[in-house]
């Protein structure tokens, strides 16, 4: 997808919603199955539930992008791909480096999914003096001491994080100081970053605390429908569970602390 340089678009100036960016992607990949199958249009109802969001807010989220569709015939697919590619910046190469190599950063450095959407694994970065020059997912993996020389060399703008809690905060800093200004942090902690820096949180651990909370939720349900309309009430109120974490629903949300969505972690 790394093709041509971006054109900044009218749309941007006008400004699109946290929301519709975070959505954007879910078009994109609903999008890129369809033009793969040659699909050549789309209706608005048909791609909404392929991206599983409802078509009212998918007209208005395109709306943004100044892309309307035609009525009767639907949206074209490798129009809206070119358009939402370069809404989101992907019609340019993007060289990230992953800086901690260890299952997760080497999980990472072998997924497909980062090339074929014009990331670009410029490098991998481990602090552990054993691992330097042994490839990874076919990359050699260089010494952390080297961290600032590979970013400046590369021209790297993201830096995913998958080192221990316990660094993160330093590699984060090391990384800033060098000119990296997105990071994706897989570390359990929360980062603090200069203004113009985003930083996107991932940890599957809180999706999984959500939905156990919805499990617990669905089950107390069952439990008040089996002992009838009058016996739930007590249950269900002992029963509170504490509430789900702020933003963990892994959509857009506001900047905390570390510049994405707070999620609640144990201390
Ligand atoms: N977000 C998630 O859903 C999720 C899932 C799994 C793991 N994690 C987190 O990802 C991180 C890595 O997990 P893992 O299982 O790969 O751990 P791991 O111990 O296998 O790997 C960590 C790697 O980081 C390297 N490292 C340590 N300090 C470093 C530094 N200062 N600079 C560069 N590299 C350094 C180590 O040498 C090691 O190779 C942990 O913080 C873990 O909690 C998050």
């Known amino acids: 997808m790394a093709t041509g340089r971006t054109h900044r678009p009218a749309t941007r100036s006008r400004g699109i919603p946290e929301a519709t960016v975070a959505r954007l992607p879910l078009y994109l990949r609903a999008l890129t199955a369809l033009s793969e199958r040659s699909v050549p249009t789309v209706s608005s109802e048909e791609l909404a539930a392929a991206a599983g969001v409802n078509s009212a807010k998918l007209r208005k989220d395109f709306s943004y992008l100044g892309s309307y569709g035609t009525r009767g015939v639907g949206y074209d697919v490798e129009y809206l791909v070119y358009q939402i590619s370069r809404e989101l910046g992907l019609t ?42 042994k490839p990874v997912a076919g990359i050699p993996v260089q010494h952390s001491d080297d961290l600032e020389k590979i970013i400046n060399e590369d021209g ?112």
């Open 92 to 133: 340019q190469d993007w060289p990230v480096v992953i800086v901690g190599i260890g299952n997760l950063g080497a999980a990472l450095a072998g997924y497909g999914g980062f090339a074929s959407r014009g990331f670009r694994v410029a490098a991998l970065i481990d602090a552990d003096p054993a691992m330097t020059g």
């Open 156 to 267: 790297v703008s993201i830096g995913v994080i998958a080192t221990p809690a316990g660094v993160a905060q330093q590699v984060c800093d090391r990384l800033v100081a060098a000119g990296v200004t997105s990071i994706l942090n897989f570390a359990p902690t929360v980062l603090s970053v200069p203004d113009g820096v985003d930083v996107r949180k991932v940890d599957l651990s809180i999706e999984l605390q959500i939905l156990a909370f919805h499990e617990q939720r669905k089950a107390g349900e069952e439990t008040s429908a089996e002992e009838g309309p009058d016996a739930g009430a007590e249950p269900e109120a002992a029963a509170v569970a504490p509430p789900a974490p702020r933003g963990a629903t892994g959509s857009t949300g506001r900047k905390g602390p570390d510049g994405d969505v707070p999620a609640v972690m144990p201390a």
